[in-house]
Structures are given as C-alpha cells and as structure tokens.
C-alpha cells in the first residue's frame, strides 16, 4: 500500500503540485464565483462568473479569514463578496454606508449623512426593458412583471451606478436611520426590491468580507440554454 501511495506520489507529483498552488491562488489572491440570484440586477446578472480580487482589502492566510496584513478598507460604492454568518451563504452586494456613516431609506431613495443621494432614469436600460416575467429568487419567490420596475441611475456620493426598484415600492423601500458602527458595513443589492441584504442580515463584519469585484469574466444565459452573452465577457461593474 505504501509503496503504491508513493509511486502515484512520484508519478503525479507536478500535477498534484500544481493543484495546491491554484487553491492556494483562488483562496487567497483571485477567484471566480458565479451569480445565481437576481439580488444585483442590472449590474449583474444571473450567470455572470465575477472576478474577486481577495487581495483588495486583506492579505490572508489561505484557506481562513485571518488577516496577515491590511490592504485597505472597502468603502462607498465598492461590490464586495462576503461569507455571511447571519445568511449562511457567500453573497455579493454593494457597500452603501461604511463605519460612522448615518443611513436611511425612504421610498428608496438613500440619505447618507444627511445628504440626499440623486437619481436619475436609466435611459438605456429602461429601453431595452425585458419584456417577460422575472423570477423573484430571494424575495418570498414572487413573479414581478417587468413592466412594474424601473432602472435608475444612482449617484451615491460620487460613485454612479445602476439599481432597479419596484414602481409601486416595497416592504424593503424604506427602513429609518441608522449609524453604521465601527468594524462593520451597510450592503444593499442593486435591486433594491429584490435583495435579502444588510435590511435583512443586519450590517456587515469587516472580518467577513473576503474580497472585492469590479468586472465579469464571462457569462452565460440560464434562460437561454446557457448560451454566452458575449457582451457581458470581460464586462467592467465600474462606471467610467
């Protein structure tokens, strides 16, 4: 037995080589995740595969979550991909008030330090408008016709980016302020109406975030037998 273990050893042993230093790799430098929820619409999409950065933030020891060095800090607009205790799952949202900002939601629309945030209409977005069903995956699985959302521009203290609401509002289109304390982080979905984030979760330990996302590396259609969407490859999540 033993001398067959080592003789797969000696026979395999670049391969097997190469195959800790890519989970090293993926664990502690980059990574792919695909997206399954519809939680970050418009910016992404069902079947996108993210790139994540997990030296963004932290340089950690593979395999954990502790931290040997501090990179930086996320803040306001970043998409970072976290391990959330409160969810039990791995999600991806985008950073919206970070430690001693003060926050709340009214008809979906932030203030954040008292500062009213702007929108506008997505113009582009909302003429390309699905014209079918979407399937609501994290929002007591509802069906939500296209024609009651609306795609917006979203001006978040500097940081321009795309969320779709619901035109008739929703239980999650407002909460009252909070302050955001030190150590943790307020995360929404960029589908404000369809995102089981800090409104559910609660707000985000920086000791859970593992990582941060600026483009898709490719992405293929669920509905659509899985065919690419050769527009999304290589797609950038950051506003030029």
Do not use: C
């Amino acid at each position: 037995m033993i001398n067959k273990l080592a003789k797969f050893l000696k026979e395999y042993k670049s391969l097997l080589i190469f195959i800790a230093l890519m989970s090293v790799f993926r664990s502690a430098v980059a990574d792919w995740y695909t997206v399954p929820t519809s939680s970050m619409k418009p910016s992404i999409l069902i079947g996108d595969r993210i790139l994540a950065n997990k030296m963004a933030y932290d340089v950690r020891i593979p395999f954990t979550h502790f931290s040997l060095y501090k990179t930086g800090d996320p803040v306001r607009g970043d998409i970072i991909i976290f391990d959330s205790e409160a969810a039990g799952n791995r999600l991806v949202k985008r950073v919206v008030g970070v430690p001693g900002d003060t926050v709340s939601l009214n008809n979906n629309q932030l203030v954040i330090n008292n500062q009213s945030i702007s929108y506008q209409d997505d113009l582009d977005v909302t003429a390309k408008a699905v014209q079918k069903l979407e399937f609501d995956t994290e929002q007591e699985s509802q069906i939500t016709s296209s024609h009651d959302l609306q795609d917006k521009i979203e001006d978040l203290l500097g940081v321009e980016h795309s969320i779709r609401v619901n035109k008739f509002g929703s239980k999650r289109a407002n909460f009252n302020e909070v302050t955001v304390p030190p150590g943790y982080y307020l995360v929404l979905g960029d589908n404000r109406d369809n995102s089981a984030d800090s409104r559910v979760i609660g707000f985000v330990p920086r000791n859970e975030i593992i990582g941060r996302t600026k483009r898709v590396v490719m992405s293929f259609n669920y509905e659509n037998y899985y065919l690419p969407r050769k527009d999304r490859f290589f797609h950038s999540l950051v506003s030029s």
